[in-house]
């Protein structure tokens, strides 16, 4: 757990895995994880691949790990990788979707607000969380 | 890049490049104080070495399946063979063969050398250690000297030197080592100088011997002491050994022999040669500003100082546990002797201490007796556990000692191989097995036994008396604290269990052994063969107590459960507030003080991951302790009970396999364990019977359920739950 919450707070990007008609894509997204682990919000353009295949399929994927690109990331390294489902944040929640995301990444403020931009959040249902390069524990969350 | 350089180009500069061994030496050469011809191989080449053969990765690999922090000394050990096992098969860089090449042409080409370690930062107050990295003396000609280097090389990721910087920190990136190339002075008399007495900073201590002082730094030869008087240099103390030895270089080995008699009562340094190897350490100590622990010699009557480190200040705090890591590392002698004490004097008079007690009749005593009896036990008990840290675990270096030596001679791809060797030889839990699978296919074969039995009957007189002789046998076993096989019910159920499996085979396969034993030979030259046999020897004892100790300490704990169990059962008959489960303590408290309310021990609370969290393991990291990939339901043994509800086919998830449990090995696919190594008991037995195997898995009893549907990798040391 500490180690999840270590990932999610310290890495700013994450690694988004999205599907349509069975074809993977992924793409790296600017996130923030909600005090309590069970969300990670992120944005996106409107006429992006995600979101297309969002839209489709809603269950997606995130990677957040800490490899710095040397050998010792093979067992130094931690990834968690999240699984769940996307939906839109809006109405009330935008104001603390924007607290939240920009408190992490200010430099995305004019990206964040702009109308042609989407708020997303992943309702994260478990984290498989990976140390010591195949030391994977689950961490399932009650629904 | 300077591969290689001499002693005039050394500055105090270069510490990273070449050892601190080095630096001390090259500045004992510039203060006039005569040294062997040295020159260095710098870390430079140690870094093209271990680039080019990709051996940080292997370290990492190694040293990151879990936290360092959390491995056990044998997972260490593990690791650091398997690490040595690498450097010995990776090929030396051209230039690096290029440069030792035209030193050997140039520098001293007829010369036997002593390649010694030289490692950046080792010799600094703090981290000073003696005998840490390895040291090759009488090596001659490029290939043997080619082989030493890489030997120096691998030793920087030792067992010991692991555990040992363990305190300090690793940082596998930046590790290297320099190695020292030198002229062997074989001195007839060497030795050791203290600048400061570790007893008694007043005084300077010299230690010793004719020949070789590598006798002396390993402790296989016992020195000659001299204590005196910092100020004054009066002998305040001369302590000569029982019997004066000295290690003289044959080949590349090394050998002990007798001196001869001419010289066996007259101490090795006569007085005005202490007075300058005093004078010499005092020196050493105005030269770099602290008490200094110099390596010397004499040769042709002059003193030659080999190396000068400062002397360790840091004493062993509480939980400093450097010294006993260091102990953990012992010559073939000083084993041979270890095991000799331990075969003929130490099992003997445990087993004669434990005939002793079992023969008291407990049920006579009177309550006083009674808890005199429980405290002496355990006692007895502890002490005995005592000497099972001292000298049972040391004796278990035998099995690495003779690993290390079959890899270096052999070169197998698996660095395990050796084990098979070990392996033919019969433990005491594979005897107990085999007569338990005896009477179950007695059972098995014979339906009208099988029925009586089931109904809870013992057979006809024959079957009965076999259990009752295997009861006497083995009825000590016990599990936590629990006697497994303590009266013949039990011993029927786990029968009747037994007897469902078809077939249990063993896997040892004879043939394997013989032509693995006549490779091993054919690999030794024909003159180290004696040795390689005492090797061999002391391998398969060290493999045969590692099992067999925990089984005579077993005795030992049945007998504090005996008197326990006696204890509990006059409380029981004395009154309420004794019918739960009450430990030692609470026994003897509760027999000397009838009035007193004692609590029940109190349940392990399980910590909660995070609210609305719930942590299930997918994939569990151990370290590989026996080949093979196995399927099977888990079932975890936390009790004598889970053993006798243990199924065919289900994989054995335990803390610590202990030989009294592993009576239900032969029935499990597989094999996983907390506790690590190749050298515990669950790598051994599951080796026995060709189970796939994984140890040190952290938490795996805690992680892991009964049922949970694993999949056992034991060749990568890899657990796989499926459950969904």
């Known amino acids: 757990m500490e180690i999840l919450r270590d990932l999610l707070e310290s890495q700013l990007l994450g690694v988004l895995g999205t599907q349509h008609d069975g074809e993977p894509y992924t793409s790296l997204v600017g996130f923030v994880a909600t005090p309590d682990l069970k ?12 979101l297309a295949n969002l839209v489709t399929d809603s269950r997606a994927s995130m990677l957040v790990d800490n490899r710095t690109n040397r050998r010792s990331d ?20 935008r104001a603390e979707f924007e607290r939240l995301f920009l408190g992490k990444h200010p430099h995305l403020e004019s990206f964040v607000r702009s109308p042609s931009c989407v708020s997303l959040r992943l309702r994260v249902s478990v984290y498989m969380v990976a140390t010591h390069f195949q030391h994977v524990i689950e961490l399932h969350i009650d629904p | 890049m300077k591969l290689i350089v001499g002693l005039d180009e050394v500055t105090d500069a270069d510490g990273f490049r070449v050892g601190g061994k080095a630096i001390a030496l090259a500045a004992l050469h510039r203060s006039g104080r005569a040294v062997p011809p040295t020159v260095c191989l710098t870390t430079e080449a140690y870094e093209l070495f271990v680039e080019q053969a990709s051996l940080r990765a292997v370290i990492h690999q190694e040293l990151g399946r879990k936290s360092f922090a959390d491995m056990r000394w044998e997972e260490i050990w593990d690791a650091a063979l398997r690490i040595r096992s690498r450097f010995l098969r990776a090929a030396i860089p051209e230039p690096v063969v290029a440069a030792l090449k035209e ?44 082989e030493a280097v890489r030997k120096v090389w691998a030793s920087l990721w030792t067992d010991r030197a692991l555990l040992y910087r363990r305190e300090l920190g690793i940082d596998v990136d930046s590790s290297a080592m320099a190695v020292l190339i030198q002229s062997l002075v074989e001195g007839p008399v060497s030795g050791i100088a203290f ?30 002491r001299w204590s005196l008087e910092r100020q004054t240099a009066r002998v305040v103390e001369h302590v000569a050994p029982a019997e004066r030895q000295r290690l003289v270089a044959r080949g590349t080995e090394t050998e002990v022999e007798s001196v001869p008699v001419s010289m066996a009562s007259i101490p090795p340094l006569g007085d005005s040669q202490l007075v300058e190897v005093f004078e010499a350490v005092r020196a050493t100590e105005d030269l770099f500003g602290a008490p200094q622990d110099v390596e010397w010699t004499f040769s042709d009557d002059h003193l030659v100082l080999l190396q000068s480190r400062p002397v360790t200040t840091a004493t062993a705090g509480v939980g400093d546990k450097r010294a006993w890591y260091l102990s953990l590392t012992r010559s073939l002698q000083s084993l041979l002797v270890l095991r000799d004490r331990v075969e003929t004097e130490l099992l003997p008079a445990m087993d004669r201490e434990a005939a002793d007690m079992g023969s008291r009749d407990l ?47 052999v070169g197998p791809e698996d660095p395990y191989e050796f084990m098979t060797l070990l392996a033919a030889t019969p433990l005491l839990s594979v005897q107990r097995n085999r007569e338990l699978a005896r009477l179950a296919s007695k059972v098995r074969e014979d339906s009208e ?125 004395n009154g309420p507030g004794a019918e739960q489960s009450l430990n030692l303590e609470q ?105 796939p195997c994984v140890t040190g898995v952290p938490e795996v009893t805690s992680l892991i359920s009964n049922g949970d549907p694993l999949t056992v990798d034991g060749y990568l040391g890899i657990v796989t739950v499926s459950r969904d």
């Open chain 1, 39 to 50: 969300q990670l919000l992120f944005a996106t353009g409107r006429s992006t691949r995600k």
């Open chain 1, 74 to 93: 093979f067992t130094e390294a931690s990834a968690a990788t999240a699984v769940g489902v996307v939906e839109q944040v809006g109405g009330e929640e």
């Open chain 2, 103 to 146: 030193h050997l042409a140039t520098g001293l080409p007829d010369r036997r050398l002593a390649v010694r370690s030289s490692a950046p930062g080792e010799d600094s107050q703090a981290t000073s250690f003696a005998g840490l990295h390895d040291s090759f003396v009488g090596v001659r000609g490029l290939p043997v000297m080619t």
């Open chain 2, 195 to 224: 600048g400061a007495h570790p007893n008694d900073p007043d005084l300077v201590a010299v230690e010793a011997v004719y020949g070789l002082n590598q006798g002396l730094v390993d402790g296989s030869i016992e020195p000659d």
């Open chain 2, 363 to 409: 049920g006579a005593l009177d309550t006083a007796e009674l808890v005199e009896e429980i405290e002496k036990r355990r006692r007895a008990h502890d002490r005995w556990v005592e000497v099972y840290s001292r000298d049972f675990i040391p004796l278990a270096h035998g099995i690495r000692l003779f690993g290390q030596f079959y890899n270096d001679v």
């Open chain 2, 449 to 573: 036994l099988r029925r009586q039995l089931q109904v809870g009957g013992l057979g006809d007189a024959k079957f009965e008396q076999e259990l009752d002789e295997f009861t006497l046998e083995f009825g000590e076993v016990t599990f936590g604290s629990q006697r497994c096989f303590g009266n013949r019910a039990r011993v029927v159920r786990f029968l009747l269990r037994l007897a469902e499996v078809p077939t249990l085979a063993e896997s040892s396969a004879e043939g394997d052994v013989e032509s693995l034993n006549e490779r091993f030979f054919a690999a030794v030259a024909d003159e180290r063969h004696v040795m390689a046999r005492q090797l061999l020897e002391l391998g398969r004892s060290s493999y045969r107590l590692r099992d067999d100790d925990n089984i005579h300490l077993a005795r030992l704990e049945a007998l504090v459960l005996d008197a326990v169990g006696e204890g509990h059962s006059r409380l029981r008959m």
């Open chain 2, 587 to 691: 026994v003897v408290a509760a027999l000397r003080h009838p009035n007193l309310v004692v609590e029940p021990r109190p349940e392990q609370a399980q910590t909660p991951v995070e609210e609305g969290f719930r942590a299930r393991p997918r994939q569990l990291v151990g370290q590989p302790a026996g080949p093979g990939v196995a399927t099977g339901a888990a079932r975890v043994i936390e009790t004598a009970d889970d053993l006798f509800r243990f199924q065919a086919g289900e994989v054995l998830v335990c803390d610590a396999v202990d030989p009294n449990m592993t009576f239900v090995v032969p029935m499990a696919s597989a094999v996983i364990e907390r506790r690590g190594g190749m050298l515990i008991h669950g790598a051994i037995i599951a080796r026995e019977y060709g189970l």
